[in-house]
């Protein structure tokens, strides 16, 4: 049974940091490929964030240069670290885990399990 548990979500200052951890348990490999999506209320969830097998890194343009994705192989931990934080950041903040190699990071459909999230809001 997989399960990923998002923590770290909070209230930040605009220009604050914050970073997000997701815990996988569940797996067999030690290497996957998973994303970040945000959403708020009556809106699609958006892809923020996608890491590949390999390590690489995948970023939504609205979050490009202040938001890291890294991956812990051997706590199964998935990280997301915020930076110079803006309002329009705010949104439930979940992982998602499961996704095949060379499909695409920013469409949830295409990911096998996802957390429950947790709330980032920045005033």
């Known amino acids: 049974h997989v399960q990923l548990v998002e923590s770290g979500g909070g209230s930040v200052q605009t220009g604050g940091s914050l970073r997000l951890s997701c815990a996988a348990s569940?797996?067999?490999?030690?290497?996957?490929?998973m994303g970040w999506f945000r959403q708020i209320p009556d809106k699609e969830r958006e892809g923020v964030a996608g890491?590949?097998?390999?390590?690489?890194?995948s970023y939504a343009d609205s979050v490009k240069g202040r938001f890291t994705v890294s991956q812990d192989s051997a706590k199964n931990i998935l990280y997301l670290q915020m930076n110079s934080l803006k309002p329009e950041d705010t949104a439930m903040y979940y992982c998602?885990?499961?996704?095949?190699?060379?499909?695409?990071?920013?469409?949830?459909?295409?990911?096998?399990?996802r957390g429950q999230g947790t709330q980032v809001t920045v005033s």
């Open positions: 998602a885990a499961g996704r095949l190699s060379g499909k695409d990071w920013r469409l949830p459909h295409e990911y096998r399990y």
């Open positions: 569940g797996y067999t490999q030690t290497r996957n490929c």
């Open positions: 890491i590949e097998s390999d390590g690489s890194t």
